[in-house]
């Protein structure tokens, strides 16, 4: 059975590494390209420097003008980093939905579960071995985008946790292309057409990966709050990294007057702002306002990776139990 099984699936197997192959010689040039322009520029020892609490003003003004200078030469491969997030969902697509729902639609399945194998037994043979190599391909995807984004995510302030990028490397694209080829098995069992399975897939994974992304990833860990008076002789300024999920201006009862914003006066407080009138006045800012900003620390990255794999791997477990017992039921 695990030979038969082999048989059916070495051709998709084979298109899949060449598809892997194509990816990696068009991303190792750009890979390289970036690292080499991340040493060249000196942004190793700007981002230890920006992360220390008594970085000089001058120094991090250095810095981040060189972390623009980066971002302008390869921000248009953040389009390119979109495209890739879409290969987890392919491999359900192509590897997961036809596994069953091309087996009905051709009427295969009344041979394969007459010939004194069990469906179950079939069932099983037929999902372990997809589900191993979809693991062997997810690894390595995740291997080489981790090494591909990672001069993207040191120049970005939000770094690792940032949208698109969290979801390119770590263990997490596991957990989506085991999703991906789980809801594409369960969806072959709901109906007798590959092509109403490979729309559930797309439409199903679409759905819940926008869902735990923008839903549940901010709120995996209580996030922190950083407030800073907006006069003084500096502001504090965060970790670089962390990812940043509200900020703004409040008055001295906590009222959110501006969001999305920061003001900071280099001044004595009290003092009169340049060109008159306190800091925030245009505003109707009064004594005690202050920036506030809510974020997760960038060190939450790898506990952020494990509790999304977990969330998709266990919801995997789940279609996968139920695709069996649906299996059953198939007349």
């Not at 939000?158 to 490397?169: A, C, E, P, T, W």
């Given at each position: 059975?695990?030979?038969?099984?082999?048989?059916?699936?070495?051709?998709?197997?084979?298109?899949?590494?060449?598809?892997?192959?194509?990816?990696?010689?068009?991303?190792?040039p750009i890979g390289l390209s970036m690292r080499h322009t991340f040493t060249d520029l000196?942004?190793?020892?700007?981002?230890?420097?920006?992360?220390?609490?008594?970085?000089?003003?001058?120094?991090?003004?250095?810095?981040?003008?060189?972390?623009?200078?980066?971002?302008?030469?390869?921000?248009?491969?953040?389009?390119?980093?979109?495209?890739?997030?879409?290969?987890?969902?392919?491999?359900?697509?192509?590897?997961?939905?036809?596994?069953?729902?091309?087996?009905?639609?051709?009427?295969?399945?009344?041979?394969?579960?007459?010939?004194?194998?069990?469906?179950?037994?079939?069932?099983?043979?037929?999902?372990?071995?997809?589900?191993?190599?979809?693991?062997?391909?997810?690894?390595?995807?995740?291997?080489?985008?981790?090494?591909?984004?990672?001069?993207?995510?040191?120049?970005?302030?939000?770094?690792?946790?940032?949208?698109?990028?969290?979801?390119?490397?770590?263990?997490?694209?596991?957990?989506?292309?085991?999703?991906?080829?789980?809801?594409?098995?369960?969806?072959?069992?709901?109906?007798?057409?590959?092509?109403?399975?490979?729309?559930?897939?797309?439409?199903?994974?679409?759905?819940?990966?926008?869902?735990?992304?923008?839903?549940?990833?901010?709120?995996?860990?209580?996030?922190?709050?950083?407030?800073?008076?907006?006069?003084?002789?500096?502001?504090?300024?965060?970790?670089?990294?962390?990812?940043?999920?509200?900020?703004?201006?409040?008055?001295?009862?906590?009222?959110?007057?501006?969001?999305?914003?920061?003001?900071?006066?280099?001044?004595?407080?009290?003092?009169?702002?340049?060109?008159?009138?306190?800091?925030?006045?245009?505003?109707?800012?009064?004594?005690?306002?202050?920036?506030?900003?809510?974020?997760?620390?960038?060190?939450?990255?790898?506990?952020?990776?494990g509790i999304e794999t977990g969330i998709f791997v266990a919801l995997a477990a789940l279609?996968?139990?139920?695709?069996?017992?649906?299996?059953?039921?198939?007349?």
């Amino acid at each position: 059975m695990i030979w038969l099984a082999w048989r059916q699936h070495r051709r998709q197997a084979l298109f899949t590494l060449l598809g892997f192959a194509v990816l990696a010689a068009l991303m190792i040039p750009i890979g390289l390209s970036m690292r080499h322009t991340f040493t060249d520029l000196g942004l190793a020892d700007c981002v230890r420097q920006v992360t220390r609490a008594d970085v000089a003003p001058a120094t991090l003004e250095g810095c981040q003008a060189t972390f623009h200078r980066f971002t302008n030469r390869y921000g248009s491969l953040n389009f390119v980093a979109v495209l890739l997030l879409v290969l987890p969902m392919l491999v359900g697509l192509f590897w997961g939905a036809p596994l069953v729902a091309r087996e009905v639609e051709h009427g295969t399945h009344r041979f394969a579960w007459t010939q004194g194998v069990s469906r179950t037994h079939w069932a099983l043979v037929k999902f372990g071995l997809v589900i191993a190599l979809t693991v062997i391909f997810a690894v390595c995807y995740g291997l080489g985008m981790s090494w591909w984004v990672y001069p993207l995510t040191q120049a970005a302030n939000q770094g690792r946790l940032g949208f698109i990028v969290f979801d390119l490397q770590g263990v997490a694209p596991i957990g989506y292309t085991l999703f991906a080829v789980a809801l594409g098995i369960f969806a072959g069992t709901l109906g007798r057409r590959m092509l109403s399975a490979m729309t559930v897939t797309l439409v199903g994974f679409i759905g819940v990966r926008a869902a735990v992304a923008l839903l549940a990833r901010p709120h995996y860990l209580p996030a922190r709050t950083l407030t800073f008076p907006v006069e003084g002789a500096g502001s504090v300024r965060m970790t670089h990294g962390d990812w940043i999920l509200a900020s703004g201006v409040r008055d001295a009862g906590g009222k959110m007057v501006a969001a999305d914003a920061q003001i900071m006066c280099s001044q004595r407080p009290g003092a009169p702002a340049p060109g008159g009138g306190a800091c925030g006045a245009d505003l109707g800012l009064g004594p005690g306002a202050y920036n506030w900003e809510l974020y997760q620390p960038a060190g939450r990255f790898w506990l952020f990776q494990g509790i999304e794999t977990g969330i998709f791997v266990a919801l995997a477990a789940l279609l996968l139990y139920l695709a069996v017992r649906r299996i059953r039921r198939i007349a």
